[in-house]
């Protein structure tokens, strides 16, 4: 399955966005799905992430409370909603499937798509 995340932007602080991450060669309704994200100089950060049926949800202390994770296995697509977006939250934005919903090192989703940038001003 190929993942490609879109939705990114340039926004100011306290503003919302919502990002999409799309799949196609195959099916996300089998896996669990996260968004990481990755600033300039650091290391990639878990975010959320979504078992296979949407039943349960995981977030990361940074966004717990602003972020929300959502899919729907008919469209093939996962969801995440940013709410009060601050400039902390400027990274480039990444899907990821076929983890454990629980894991949030980024070596243990195997399967990556391309990021969309995110951007949020003061």
């Known amino acids: 399955v190929q993942l490609q995340a879109y939705g990114g932007g340039l926004v100011q602080a306290w503003s919302s966005l919502r990002l999409s991450c799309a799949a196609s060669g195959g099916t996300l309704s089998r896996d669990h799905v996260a968004w990481f994200r990755q600033a300039p100089g650091k290391e990639r950060e878990f975010a959320a992430a979504i078992s296979l049926n949407g039943r349960t949800t995981y977030y990361g202390d940074s966004v717990q409370g602003r972020f929300t994770i959502s899919r729907d296995n008919f469209k093939n697509t996962v969801v995440l909603q940013m709410n009060n977006l601050e400039p902390e939250d400027t990274a480039v934005y990444h899907c990821?499937?076929?983890?454990?919903?629980?894991?949030?090192?980024?070596?243990?989703?195997?399967?990556w798509g391309q990021g969309t940038q995110v951007t949020v001003s003061s």
């Open positions: 990821a499937a076929g983890g454990n919903l629980y894991w949030t090192s980024p070596s243990e989703w195997p399967y």
